[in-house]
């Protein structure tokens, strides 16, 4: 991803490699030893790298907010966008290395699980809970999808203990490689 930060990380590498490029002129005296300018050229590019690197550290911090923020509020009044926020924020909160374990009969009892939940908040009379429980099911949906292309494995639903640990090489119990 060529984020702000990241362009920012790449122009202080450009600044450290090469000083003279950007404060003019190489530098070095006529046996190569450097002279007082190339030292203070130096210097001034260090210290422009750093700010730089301090701004990106910045920079990145904000957008891990802003991301943060985006994924954690619910979308309830788009449908279309807020099943795409949905299936993300899923990704991120229950995410896992590998799909080993998933079986269709999991996407299912989920998907069943919480379309329960919005028809109980839709009876209810709770518009905003069953508007939100209404699109977490179709992410789940956009999210098995996903994992029936091959196109993305970070989502597992919700499976057991055992049958997690198993999928991941351990016992349940005692955290051991099987």
């Known amino acids: 991803m060529n984020t702000l930060a ?19 002129g190489v530098g070095m005296g006529f046996y190569g030893e450097p002279t007082p ?3 203070a050229e130096r210097r ?3 210290q422009h790298a750093d700010a730089l690197y301090a701004f990106a550290d910045a920079a990145e911090a904000l957008e891990a907010r802003i991301r943060d ?7 309830l009044y788009e449908f279309g966008e807020g099943v795409v926020m949905e299936a993300l924020h899923q990704r991120e909160r229950w995410g ?8 269709p009969q999991d996407w299912f009892w989920l998907i069943g699980y919480l379309a329960g939940k919005a028809l109980r908040a839709a009876q209810d009379g709770n518009t905003g809970k069953a508007l939100h429980h209404t699109i977490s099911t179709a992410a789940v949906l956009a999210n098995w999808h996903s994992h029936i292309l091959g196109a993305a494995s970070e989502f ?11 999928a991941d090489g351990l016992e349940a119990n005692d955290g051991k490689t099987a």
């Open 156 to 166: 597992r639903p919700g499976i057991s203990a055992e049958k997690q640990a198993a």
């Open 6 to 24: 990241a362009q920012m990380r790449a122009q202080a590498r450009e600044w450290q490699r090469h000083p003279a490029i950007y404060h003019g």
């Open 44 to 46: 001034l590019a260090r």
């Open 96 to 103: 896992a290395g590998h799909d080993a374990g998933k079986e």
């Open 69 to 75: 923020e985006l994924l954690n509020t619910p979308v």
């Open 37 to 39: 300018e190339s030292t």
